[in-house]
C-alpha cells in the first residue's frame, strides 16, 4: 500500500474504477499475489501496471530489462508493449518465490520473449554488453544509487528508466533521514536530477515512480 492510498482510499479506488481494466492472467496473478506471498504490497499493482503498459506501448522497446521480478505482475505489464522480436530480461534473487512468476509467464504470449534470471542485478550490469530501451527498477533500495550508475553506459539516446518506490512512504521529506534505504532513494532522486544527461519527473502515483528519460 502507498502513502497516497492511506491517504485517500476513495480517490485511489475512483483511479482505479476510472482505468483500463487489467488483463485477466495479471488479475489471476495479482489475487494469487496476495493469497501466497507474505509482502503481497510489493506488487506494483493495477495503476502503475497500466503506466508501465502505457510506456511500453508507446515506446514499443525492443529491450527492456527489470530489476526486481518478485511475482512478474510489472514484467507482464512492460512486456505487452514489447516489439515481435524484443525481449525483457528480469531479474531476481529470491529462489523459494521463482516458481511463482515461472508459471504465469510460461502461460502468457510472452513467454518465449521473457527471460527469467535469478541473478544479482549488480552482478548482471557489470557483465552485459547489451543496451536497453526500457527499464525498471524496483528492488533493493539501498542499491538505487549503484543501479543508476551502473544502468548509465546500458542506455541510448531516448532511453527510458524508472525507479519505483521514490517518495519511500513520504519519508524522503524527512531532512536528516536515519534510515539507509531513505537516504539513498534521497540520494537517488537528488542526482538524476542534477544529471544534464537525463530529464526527469517524478509521478506521485502510489509510493512514487521516478521517470527519467536519456537525452
Known amino acids: ?36 506471498t507474505t509482502q503481497p504490497h510489493m506488487i506494483s499493482g493495477y495503476q502503475q501496471g497500466r ?12 529491450k527492456i530489462l527489470e530489476i526486481g521480478t518478485f511475482t512478474g505482475y510489472a514484467t507482464l505489464c512492460l512486456a505487452e508493449g514489447l516489439q515481435k522480436e524484443g525481449k ?24 518465449d520473449r521473457i527471460d527469467f534470471k535469478i541473478q544479482d542485478a549488480k552482478d548482471f550490469l557489470k ?13 533493493d533500495k539501498e542499491n538505487y544509487v549503484e543501479y543508476f ?19 519511500w512512504y513520504g519519508k524522503v521529506l524527512e531532512e536528516h533521514p536515519k534510515q539507509k534505504s531513505t537516504q539513498k532513494i534521497k540520494e537517488l532522486n537528488e542526482l538524476v536530477a542534477r544529471d544534464d544527461d537525463f530529464e526527469n519527473l517524478i509521478l506521485p502515483l502510489r509510493d512514487g515512480v521516478n521517470l527519467i528519460r536519456k537525452r
Do not use: W
Not at 554488453?129 to 528492488?139: K, P
Open 1 to 36: 500500500m502507498s502513502f497516497f492510498e492511506e491517504q485517500c482510499p476513495e480517490m485511489d479506488r475512483y483511479l482505479e474504477n476510472s482505468a483500463s481494466a487489467e488483463p485477466d492472467i495479471l488479475k489471476r496473478l495479482r489475487k494469487e499475489t496476495f493469497q501466497k
Open 51 to 62: 503506466l508501465l503498459t502505457i510506456i511500453s506501448k508507446l515506446m514499443q522497446p525492443r
Open 88 to 111: 525483457i530480461t528480469t531479474l531476481d534473487v529470491n529462489e523459494d518465490l521463482a516458481y511463482l512468476p515461472q508459471s504465469y509467464f510460461a502461460e502468457s504470449e510472452y513467454s
Open 127 to 139: 557483465k552485459t554488453d547489451e543496451i536497453f530501451d526500457l527499464v525498471f527498477v524496483d528492488a
Open 149 to 167: 550508475n551502473l544502468l548509465k553506459p546500458k542506455l541510448k539516446s531516448g532511453s527510458v528508466l524508472l525507479f519505483d518506490n521514490v517518495l
